[in-house]
Structures are given as C-alpha cells and as structure tokens.
C-alpha cells in the first residue's frame, strides 16, 4: 500500500522558514520523480517544485524561485521542501506527490499539510 505521511506545516510569520517532509512507503521511491504541489483557498493546484528520480534535476515554480529548495534523501524514502522568505500568498495546502511513466498507473499523493503565512 502506497503511503505518504507530511509534516512540518504549520503558521509562521512573513518572512520566517519552514521545512516539509514527506516520508514515502509502499513503491520503489528511488524511481520516481518527486514533486510539491499547492493549493490555496478557493484557488486550484499549483505546481511548486520537483526534483528528478536521480536527484541531479530540480525545477521551481518563478514566484519561489530562490525562496524554496527542494531535496531527497533516499535511504530515508524522504522529499523535503525547505521555504525561506516565506510570504502571505504562499498561504495554502502543500501536498506531496510522486509519479512515473505511465502515469496514469504510477500517480501517488500525500494527504496535505497547512501552510499559513500571517503576521
């Protein structure tokens, strides 16, 4: 059985740092490619980061760019989502998902943490 289990959300102020991580079982992690996705409030998901199977690939959505890094560590079956320089509008649900080809078969997602950025 697939399982993902997300921790580290939570509030912070603007400006403050905040780490994600997710901790996979239940299909081979060290194939898969890894990504952060977001909701917000009444708004619809939003791709964040993704890092490539290998590990050697990572990509960020323009707004986080230089805010957020995105790693894995592989024995650990573990993605992590460091956010610096947070702000109001990263305010949402971060849900981390893993996927292969096909992806119509191979599609995981976790069950969400809260972010909430506010002074």
Do not use: H
């Amino acid at each position: 059985e697939v399982q993902f289990v997300e921790s580290g959300g939570g509030m912070v102020q603007p400006g403050g740092s905040l780490r994600l991580s997710c901790v996979a079982s239940g299909f081979t992690f060290s194939a898969y490619d890894m990504s952060w996705v977001r909701q917000a409030p009444g708004k619809g998901p939003e791709w964040v980061s993704c890092i490539k199977a290998g590990g050697d690939y990572t990509y960020y959505l323009d707004s986080v760019k230089g805010r957020f890094t995105i790693s894995r560590d592989k024995p650990k079956n573990t993605v992590y989502l460091q956010m610096d320089s947070l702000k109001p509008e990263d305010t949402a649900v971060y849900y981390c998902r893993g996927y292969r080809r096909p992806y119509y078969r191979n599609d995981y997602w976790g069950q969400g943490t809260q972010v909430t950025v506010s002074s």
